[in-house]
């Protein structure tokens, strides 16, 4: 999709990126842009590097060759400690098994990304507020993760990835550990932030109802990209 607006640039650009892991070649030859507000699905089969794609373009994973920009910047480029900052002002992710902190509360967990920040706990608390009520959690904020329903975990992992105002969500199967209408509920609840905020949704997800609703879908197949919807 060619954004239709002047001049934007890519909040990721992904340049011939290529993944090993010893002799298995997972990934070939990618090069993918993902621009601002737009709603890109990864599809595929099972074991075909979605994952392994999603962590790279989230840079929690480097490439074997390739580069990876966001935002403009290369991050091959940059220290751990630059693109660990450059990720957490920019992106937010969602997995599939939420990773919570299991010995701290949802309110301590949300705040995670904001850690690295100097922020009074003030306007910490403020923060989680917010995110907390947009996406219906208050009542939850003090209790621990093993006492939240999978719906409600989902939920609180989705207010931890956008409380740094993220130009990009990256969620690898956010629905796959919930039930239809849970799911339903998540998927909304992403493209509501998604038309508000402008952020760019990256899901990848085996649910073709999911992926039809993007303005993009790309399949990974044999570690390349088909075109499936553009
Ligand atoms: N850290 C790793 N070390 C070795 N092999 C790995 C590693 N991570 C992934 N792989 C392998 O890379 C391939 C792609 O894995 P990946 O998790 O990206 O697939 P996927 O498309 O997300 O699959 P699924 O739909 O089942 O989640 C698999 O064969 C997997 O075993
Ligand atoms: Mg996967």
Request: glycine share 6%.
């Amino acid at each position: 999709m060619q954004p239709s607006t002047i001049q934007q640039s890519p909040i990721i650009q992904a340049n011939s990126l290529t993944k090993r892991f010893g002799n298995l070649e997972v990934l070939k030859n990618i090069t993918l842009q993902v621009w601002p507000g737009e709603f890109l699905a990864i599809v595929g089969p099972s074991g075909n590097g979605k994952s392994t794609l999603l962590h790279i373009l989230g840079c929690i994973d480097r490439p074997t060759t390739g580069d990876v920009y966001i935002m403009s910047k290369n991050t091959n480029k940059l220290t751990d400690r630059q693109l660990a900052k450059l990720r957490n002002q920019t992106l937010g992710f969602v997995f599939q098994f939420f990773y919570m902190q299991p010995h701290l509360t949802i309110a301590k967990n949300i705040e995670i990304p904001l850690m690295p920040a100097r922020i009074s706990p003030t306007k910490r608390r403020k923060l989680v507020q917010n995110v907390a009520e947009l996406v219906g959690i208050t009542s939850q904020l003090q209790q621990k993760p093993s006492t939240l329903s999978g719906g409600q975990l989902q939920r609180a992992a989705i207010a931890r990835a956008i409380i740094n105002q993220p130009k990009a969500i990256l969620a690898d199967e956010p629905t796959d550990n919930l039930d239809t209408a849970n799911g339903a509920n998540i998927i909304n609840l992403l493209l509501n932030i998604k038309n508000q905020q402008n952020t760019a949704l990256i899901i990848v997800t085996h649910d073709q109802q999911i992926a039809h609703m993007a303005d993009r879908i790309i399949s990974l197949e044999n570690g390349t990209l088909q075109n499936v919807k553009i």
